[in-house]
C-alpha cells in the first residue's frame, strides 16, 4: 500500500488545480494530504473504513459511521476509532481492579487510570498529551526501572507465573492490554513515513513498562 503525501499533491498540481481529484484504488492519502484537499473542496468520501467524509449539516448519521472529530465522520472501522475502543477497554479494566483491590493499590492505579484518560483527550482533541508520571516516576524512570529492576530493590526480572498470586497476574493482564492498545495506537498514528502523535504511543510504551513494575512489586510480597 502506497501513501500519498501533501508534498506530493501539491507538486501534482503546480500547473492548476483540478476539477476533481481520483486517488488510486492502490494507494491512501496521509492525513496532511487529506487536509490538502479538503481545503481545495477536492476530497471525498470513498468505501475504505479509513477515509474520513466532512460532516454535512442536516444528515443523518449512518450507523455504520461515527465522529472521528466535530468536521469528520468515519467508518467504526476507522484505526482511530479501533483506538478509542481499546482505550475503553483498557480504561474498564483498571477501574475493575482498582474496586476490588487492597487500599495501597489503589493511589497506583489511578495514576494509570489518568493517564489512559489523558491519552484518549489527546487523542480526540488531536492535543498534546498532557504532563504526567506513574507513581511519582517520570516516563525515562519507568523505562529504566523495568529494564533494570535489580538497580530499583528487586532481585531481577520475573516471568509470570501462579505462585505469584492472582493480583499479579491481574496486573500482567493489564500490561499485555496495554501493549495491545499500543499497537493500536501506532497503527492509527502511522501516515505511511512516520508514526504522528508520538506522545501517546510513548505515553502507553510506558504504562505497559510501568503494570511489569506493579508486578514485580506485588510478586515479592
Known amino acids: 500500500m502506497r501513501y500519498i503525501t501533501e508534498r506530493e499533491l501539491r ?3 503546480a500547473s492548476g ?3 476533481s481529484y481520483q486517488a488510486p484504488a492502490d494507494c491512501k492519502l496521509t492525513p496532511a494530504a487529506r487536509q490538502y484537499l479538503m481545503d481545495l473542496r477536492l ?3 470513498e468505501a475504505s473504513p479509513t477515509r474520513a467524509t466532512p460532516v454535512s449539516a442536516g444528515s443523518r448519521k449512518p450507523e455504520h459511521m461515527t465522529n472521528l472529530n466535530a468536521r469528520q465522520l468515519v467508518c467504526k472501522a476507522h484505526p482511530r476509532i479501533i483506538l478509542r475502543g481499546k482505550l475503553d477497554t483498557l480504561e474498564s479494566e483498571i477501574l475493575v481492579l482498582e474496586a476490588g483491590c487492597d487500599p495501597q493499590w489503589r493511589a497506583p492505579l489511578s495514576d494509570a487510570l489518568t493517564l489512559v484518560r489523558a491519552v484518549l483527550a489527546a487523542e480526540v482533541k488531536e492535543a498534546p498529551v498532557a504532563p504526567w508520571t ?3 516516576m517520570t516516563a525515562e524512570e519507568v523505562h529504566r526501572c523495568s529494564h533494570h529492576p535489580e538497580d530499583f530493590g528487586f532481585p531481577g526480572h520475573i516471568v509470570p507465573a501462579p505462585e505469584h498470586g492472582l493480583f ?3 496486573l500482567n493482564r493489564l ?3 496495554t501493549r ?3 499497537l493500536a495506537a501506532v497503527q492509527a498514528f502511522w501516515d505511511g513515513q512516520r508514526v504522528q ?3 501517546c504511543v510513548l505515553a502507553l510504551n510506558r504504562l505497559s513498562s510501568y503494570f511489569y513494575v506493579l508486578q514485580l512489586r506485588a510478586a515479592r510480597r
Open 17 to 19: 488545480v483540478p476539477e
Open 11 to 13: 507538486d501534482q498540481f
Open 180 to 182: 495491545e492498545t499500543e
Open 134 to 136: 506513574l507513581d511519582g
Open 168 to 170: 499479579a497476574a491481574q
Open 43 to 45: 476530497y471525498r468520501h
Open 197 to 199: 502523535h508520538e506522545d
Open 175 to 177: 500490561r499485555a492490554l
